[in-house]
C-alpha cells in the first residue's frame, strides 16, 4: 500500500489587543476587526497534497510527515514575507502585556516532537505543531494569533477518492 502527506495551516485569533478598537467610533472598530480577521484568514493553507510525495511506503510517509511539519513550523516562524505585519515578535509581545496581569502561558509548541504526533489504528501518523503570530496591520498592536500546522499521513487509495 502506498501514502500520500496532506498540510493544512489553519489561523485563530487568541486574544484581541484592546489598542485594536480605542478611539475610534463603532463603525471603524466594526472595519478594523473585519480588516485584521482577513489578515488572519490570509495565514491559512489548506488541506492540500503535499507534492512529490505520492507514493511513499509507511515508514517514509510517516518520516517524512515529521520532516515536513517540522519545516512549516520553522517557516511559520521565519514569518510571512508576503504578510508583513503577521509578526512572531513574542518579546514585544511579552513587554507590552507585562504589567496588566494578563497570564503569559507558552501557546506555542515551536518545536515538533513524539507528543505532537497522532497514531492511527492503521499506522499512520499525523503530527500537529503551534505558533503564535500577531496580526497588527497599524504597527504597535497585539493580537495574538495561533497558527496550527497539520502534516496527515493518508493511504493513497482514500487519497485517490
Known sequence: MMFKLRYSR??????????????????????????????????????????????????????????????????????FPNLPHASTQWNGYKYKRSNTGLSLEDWGDEEVTDANRTENKDGTVSYEAHAIHFADPYGGLCNVVKLVIKVEVIPADIASK
Open 10 to 79: 489553519k489561523a485563530s485569533i487568541l486574544e484581541w489587543d484592546s489598542d485594536s478598537f480605542t478611539d475610534c467610533l463603532p463603525c471603524e472598530a466594526d472595519a478594523i476587526e473585519e480588516e485584521i480577521t482577513e489578515l488572519v484568514q490570509k495565514l491559512e493553507v489548506g488541506p492540500k497534497w503535499w507534492p512529490g510525495m505520492e507514493s511513499l511506503s509507511l515508514e517514509e510517509a510517516n518520516g517524512e510527515a515529521r520532516r515536513v511539519c517540522e519545516s512549516k513550523l520553522l517557516a511559520a516562524l521565519d514569518g
